[in-house]
């Protein structure tokens, strides 16, 4: 094919993405779909532009109206997050975590966090699994204990281990929070005093959960005792894909140079622009979003279960946060699951569940599924919708319906829910596609 006919190829793809998208139900949860608000801000020209350095202290010319916009970011990231200081800069939450590392570790120091199984996020991971603290910041990780049953961080267990870790001169350096599979607060409160016992930074990763926190459903972690609080801004928080650093101003400094020149460069201005915008949206939407985000995944639990699903978390009401997990075994596996509920427009993704690894099931055919519904309510779907959703899962995965027909329902469900709601313009269809040629 000539490079031409390559070039229209993209686009079309491109195109066919959005109509699908525009008919399916999107329930992964670490997406979510930002308002025509953000995307105008990422098409535009800071996309093309350099600010290293802070504002006002930049090393390139023409960043006036760069200074002026990240100013205003940081203002409405203090307030949403009752911040004292704030770094909008990290591009991704990946590299926010990196800049947090860099900043209160030193490589060989030992980290305590969440296997991944229990829910850790691969930059919280260990160097034989490619994790970015093992593998990038030489950290030793050792996992917190797990309580399956409750979905959550074994706060005895977890002294217990802290205390033999001491006695065998293997006191952690850092204790991170948060994760990916993420159903419950995480006991920071609980455990704060017992780790800044011994000196522990205390770092909370709220990429999943940002957007609750904000809306004011779920812990807040700075609250609760943690040093820092990291998160990605494009899960439940509905901003641009991007990172972000919150801390008090005791630690400014630190994070400042671990950010730039640290880990980043370019701070992919577009972004930053497109985070100011939604976290102005999420101040003034963010509480009712919240609290429909929350209210809508305790009932796709509940009906998922109703409808004969095994779903995760049971003892805890199944969930308190924007996912549900379930597991899946009793049909197949979660990777056959994802497959087969995507040729029905349903979009989820496989998950690692408590007891895989030692049932020596892995990422690709693990126990479980994750479901996440933060973007089916920005579409404005609420309780009612839920209770539709769990149905056609358990036809395409329980009754083994032709998927053809399900792929219809699924369309004429999402006809109703074409707009991003909780924003200030969102007139312009979710998915529609923006051409600028
Ligand atoms: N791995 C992504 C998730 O939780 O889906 C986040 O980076």
């Not at 100013?71 to 009752?82: G, K, P």
């Not at 809306?215 to 894909?241: C, I, N, W, Y």
């Not at 404005?380 to 036809?395: F, N």
């Not at 995965?397 to 909780?422: F, P, T």
Request: hydrophobic share 40%; charged share 25%.
């Amino acid at each position: 094919m000539s490079a031409e006919a390559l070039y229209n190829d993209v686009f079309e793809k491109l195109e066919r993405h959005h109509e699908w998208f525009n008919e399916s139900i999107p329930l992964i949860a670490s997406e979510n779909i930002p308002s025509p608000a953000v995307r105008e801000a990422l098409a535009s020209d800071f996309g093309n532009r350099y600010a290293e350095g802070w504002p006002g202290e930049r090393v390139y010319a023409g960043c006036t109206y760069i200074d002026e916009v990240e100013v205003i970011c940081m203002q409405l990231a203090q307030e949403l997050y009752n911040a004292e200081f704030v770094d909008v800069r990290p591009p991704s939450g990946v590299l926010a975590n990196l800049a947090v590392y860099s900043a209160f570790t030193q490589p060989k120091d030992v980290m305590i966090a969440p296997s991944i199984p229990a829910g850790g996020h691969i930059s919280h991971g260990k160097r034989e699994h490619a994790g970015t603290a093992g593998l990038v910041h030489g950290l030793d990780v050792e996992f917190y204990p797990f309580d399956a049953t409750q979905m959550n961080i074994d706060v005895d267990k977890t002294k217990q281990k802290v205390e033999r870790m001491v006695q065998d001169n293997k006191t952690p350096k850092m204790a991170m929070f948060g994760g990916s599979l993420f159903l419950f607060p995480h006991p920071v409160r609980e455990l704060v005093d017992f780790l800044k016992g011994y000196n522990m930074h205390i770092n909370y990763d709220a990429a999943h959960v940002a957007g609750l926190i904000a809306g004011g459903v779920f812990q807040d972690p700075l609250r609760e005792g943690a040093d820092t609080m990291t998160m990605s801004t494009h899960k439940t928080l509905f901003g641009p894909q991007g990172g972000l650093i919150l801390a008090s101003d005791t630690h400014s400094d630190d994070i400042k140079k671990a950010v730039f020149p640290g880990t980043t460069s370019s701070h992919h201005i577009h972004h930053m622009a497109a985070k100011a915008i939604a976290f102005a949206e999420m101040l003034k939407f963010g509480a009712a979003y919240a609290k429909q985000v929350v209210a809508n995944a305790r009932v796709l639990a509940e009906s998922l279960n109703d409808v004969g699903f095994k779903v995760l978390g049971e003892d805890n009401g199944f969930t308190k946060s924007h996912q549900v997990a379930v597991n899946v075994l009793d049909y197949s596996d979660g990777g056959t699951v994802e497959v087969d509920l995507e040729k029905a427009n349903i979009i989820v993704n496989r998950q690692l569940i408590p007891g895989d690894i030692k049932a020596g099931r892995h990422y690709f055919h693990p126990g479980g599924i994750r479901l996440g519904v933060s973007e089916i309510t920005r579409l404005g779907m609420k309780e009612s919708e839920m209770k539709e959703v769990a149905g056609l899962i358990r036809q395409v995965i329980i009754e083994k319906k032709d998927v053809r027909i399900i792929k219809d329902e699924v369309k004429q469900l999402r006809g109703d829910y074409q707009n991003v709601h909780y924003c200030f313009d969102g007139e312009t269809g979710a998915y529609k596609y923006m051409r600028l040629r």
